[in-house]
């Protein structure tokens, strides 16, 4: 898996052991993504299938990309396509991802790398794969995640964070048994390089077969782990966790997770995501490329899509 590594974990700092009084976090429910297509056809998991919004505050859905291996000439990514009110998380473990906007954003993000959209009061956006790689094929893999913004942040400026692999916060579990990447928010006093309107925290973990992580994590945000490849278990009930599923965790100090012992060849390690936020608890109002607070307000955004308002698609 590219996203990046450390040779010798023992040579970071460690995520500190819970406290005396501590709470772990308990399973309240475990789901299991369903596969479908998006875009021009590119194969995704819907992580978050089957979870409340309320219990998703504030994030909208999540997706994970591949993981696939096209043949040369198959590599697919989206059109053009509008979105307002929200943000968009792209995080690339394999593969390479161009990503363009009406407003001159945009960029590449490769192995480990994340883009951070606001799109905020309105964008055309479009990601797909370079022409070299359509021509040659190669691994795709990653995740997309939406992340709500309150009302008062609904209608600002587009903008864009360029998140590099070598930016993001490194950090191993007690018993250097496990890589954590924070990628936006605070674990145990250790920031990610993520800003975000809403405050959440966003890492990727990779456990050794055996290994087991008790990530501290805010009191005050929720939790879900959305497992990568690999099998393991959450919560100190052990409840089972494997590829492709989601565990949303009740209230606590910290997320305990675990991986077997024994893995398939295929997937040498567990590799999970693990996020929550303070949720915003607002109406939401959610149609296709458009999270809003109202039905009028979903309305209005598609006239000012049709209209043109959103900004043109540039020549070429």
């Given at each position: 898996?590219?996203?990046?590594?450390?040779?010798?974990?023992?040579?970071?700092?460690r995520v500190r052991a819970p406290g005396l009084g501590d709470q772990p976090r308990p399973v309240r429910q475990v789901t299991t993504a369903p596969q479908g297509y998006e875009g021009e056809?590119?194969?995704?998991?819907?992580?978050?299938?089957?979870?409340?919004?309320?219990?998703?505050?504030?994030?909208?859905?999540?997706?994970?990309?591949?993981?696939?291996?096209?043949?040369?000439?198959?590599?697919?990514?989206?059109?053009?396509?509008?979105?307002?009110?929200?943000?968009?998380?792209?995080?690339?473990?394999?593969?390479?991802?161009?990503?363009?906007?009406?407003?001159?954003?945009?960029?590449?993000?490769?192995?480990?790398?994340?883009?951070?959209?606001?799109?905020?009061?309105?964008?055309?956006?479009?990601?797909?794969?370079?022409?070299?790689?359509?021509?040659?094929?190669?691994?795709?893999?990653?995740?997309?995640?939406?992340?709500?913004?309150?009302?008062?942040?609904?209608?600002?400026?587009?903008?864009?964070?360029?998140?590099?692999?070598?930016?993001?916060?490194?950090?191993?579990?007690?018993?250097?048994?496990?890589?954590?990447?924070?990628?936006?928010?605070?674990?145990?006093?250790?920031?990610?390089?993520?800003?975000?309107?809403?405050?959440?925290?966003?890492?990727?973990?990779?456990?050794?077969?055996?290994?087991?992580?008790?990530?501290?994590?805010?009191?005050?945000?929720?939790?879900?782990?959305?497992v990568l490849n690999g099998a393991g278990s959450v919560g100190v009930e052990g409840r089972p966790l494997r590829a492709g599923q989601t565990a949303l965790l009740g209230a606590g100090d910290?997320?305990?997770?675990?991986?077997?012992?024994?893995?398939?060849?295929?997937?040498?390690?567990?590799?999970?995501?693990?996020?929550?936020?303070?949720?915003?608890?607002?109406?939401?109002?959610?149609?296709?490329?458009?999270?809003?607070?109202?039905?009028?307000?979903?309305?209005?955004?598609?006239?000012?899509?049709?209209?043109?308002?959103?900004?043109?698609?540039?020549?070429?």
């Amino acid at each position: 898996m590219p996203a990046i590594t450390v040779d010798d974990l023992t040579t970071l700092s460690r995520v500190r052991a819970p406290g005396l009084g501590d709470q772990p976090r308990p399973v309240r429910q475990v789901t299991t993504a369903p596969q479908g297509y998006e875009g021009e056809g590119f194969p995704v998991r819907r992580a978050f299938a089957g979870i409340e919004l309320r219990d998703l505050d504030p994030f909208i859905m999540m997706d994970q990309m591949g993981e696939v291996e096209y043949a040369p000439g198959e590599p697919k990514g989206t059109p053009w396509h509008p979105h307002r009110g929200f943000e968009t998380v792209t995080y690339m473990i394999d593969g390479v991802f161009d990503h363009q906007d009406s407003h001159g954003g945009g960029g590449t993000i490769t192995n480990g790398d994340t883009q951070w959209m606001t799109a905020g009061a309105g964008l055309l956006h479009i990601e797909a794969p370079p022409e070299w790689l359509v021509q040659s094929g190669g691994l795709f893999h990653g995740i997309q995640l939406w992340v709500n913004l309150p009302r008062s942040d609904k209608l600002i400026a587009p903008r864009y964070q360029d998140i590099r692999s070598g930016e993001v916060r490194l950090l191993t579990s007690a018993d250097a048994g496990a890589l954590v990447r924070v990628i936006a928010g605070d674990v145990a006093g250790h920031a990610g390089p993520g800003s975000t309107h809403s405050p959440m925290s966003l890492v990727h973990l990779t456990l050794e077969p055996g290994a087991r992580v008790d990530l501290p994590w805010d009191v005050d945000f929720n939790a879900l782990v959305y497992v990568l490849n690999g099998a393991g278990s959450v919560g100190v009930e052990g409840r089972p966790l494997r590829a492709g599923q989601t565990a949303l965790l009740g209230a606590g100090d910290y997320v305990s997770i675990a991986a077997d012992s024994t893995q398939e060849s295929r997937s040498p390690r567990l590799d999970v995501v693990v996020l929550g936020g303070r949720p915003i608890r607002e109406p939401i109002a959610w149609a296709g490329p458009f999270v809003m607070n109202s039905k009028s307000e979903v309305l209005s955004a598609y006239e000012d899509f049709q209209k043109g308002r959103f900004g043109h698609i540039p020549a070429g």
